[in-house]
């Protein structure tokens, strides 16, 4: 029987004094209005500029188009390039970049966040962690709501399914309902399962740079060298572990042949941004 934690609300101090402050956001603005004003602005502009000024529409019109088929050649070819580079990285075995090299092991901690999906859908993304070639250095964190149907049974059958697959741990955690300052959802129930595993693990400070995290969903499937190249990458850039999130590429690609066509148009056009404009130019 699985009792699954149940700890207080409490910050985990890391002891690290060496990172920049974060810039909080503004209440007030954000780019995705901008970006909204500027399209209900730019979309409409070939049916009342002509009013305005001929003159204006030859020279304004014109550019607008040159800047974004710019732009979308420029993503074009950063899309092309990162899925050659996926493409070639394929097969490659990034834990003897390191490995026999590294000072202390590289560890992960992945915290998969559910609340009311299948069991078989969450083994199923567990799975693809399961068949890591360092699945010996993972802690797989599974993250379930307060009001996630038979959830104890589910997590029943999730230790019975993983619990000899080779992980250096799994934690079953349970996010409270209705917690102070907290609003319901993945980040909460995430940040919940997170420090419930840095409790249980006791971390000490010389190994925080040891460490590195990846959250996801449910239905998140990772290829079996992921943990190796994102340790491969963190040690060659020096362990940046307090100024660096690491993003890697999502293909909404579970089984796309069987969806509607504006289903799997959004799915390739996301994807197709996400290689060649998000990712290249830090865009969150």
């Not at 379930?144 to 741990?169: A, S």
């Not at 300052?181 to 925080?208: F, H, Q, V, W």
């Not at 890697?248 to 060649?276: E, H, I, Q």
């Amino acid at each position: 029987m699985i009792t699954p934690h149940k700890l207080p609300h409490t910050i985990v101090e890391t002891g690290q004094s060496s990172h920049r402050d974060m810039k909080t956001g503004s209440q007030r603005f954000r780019w995705n209005l901008l970006f909204n004003v500027l399209v209900w602005l730019i979309v409409p502009l070939p049916f009342w500029i002509p009013f305005v000024s001929n003159t204006i529409a030859y020279y304004l019109l014109p550019s607008i188009q040159g800047v974004f088929v710019f732009m979308w050649t420029i993503i074009s070819i950063l899309a092309l390039k990162n899925a050659v580079i996926l493409y070639w990285n394929r097969s490659r075995d990034f834990a003897r970049d390191y490995v026999d090299n590294e000072k202390a092991p590289i560890r992960h901690i992945v915290a998969i966040s559910c609340y009311k999906e299948p069991v078989d859908l969450i083994a199923r993304s567990i799975q693809t962690m399961a068949d890591q070639t360092l699945v010996h250095r993972i802690t797989m964190v599974i993250s379930f709501e307060q009001k996630t149907p038979d959830k104890e049974k589910k997590c029943e059958i999730l230790n019975e399914m993983f619990e000899k697959c080779g992980f250096e741990r799994m934690i079953f955690t349970i996010h409270p309902y209705g917690m102070e300052n907290e609003i319901p959802g993945k980040c909460s129930n995430s940040n919940y399962g997170l420090r419930t595993a840095i409790k249980e693990i006791d971390i000490t400070d010389d190994e925080m740079d040891n460490i590195l995290v990846t959250t996801c969903d449910a239905d998140s499937k990772f290829p079996p060298q992921y943990t190796a190249a994102l340790s491969s990458k963190y040690l060659k850039e020096n362990r940046p572990a307090l100024s660096t999130i690491y993003q890697l590429p999502l293909f909404y690609n579970w089984k796309l042949d069987s969806l509607s066509f504006a289903t799997r148009v959004t799915g390739l056009l996301r994807s197709f941004l996400m290689l060649g404009a998000l990712i290249p130019f830090n865009i969150n």
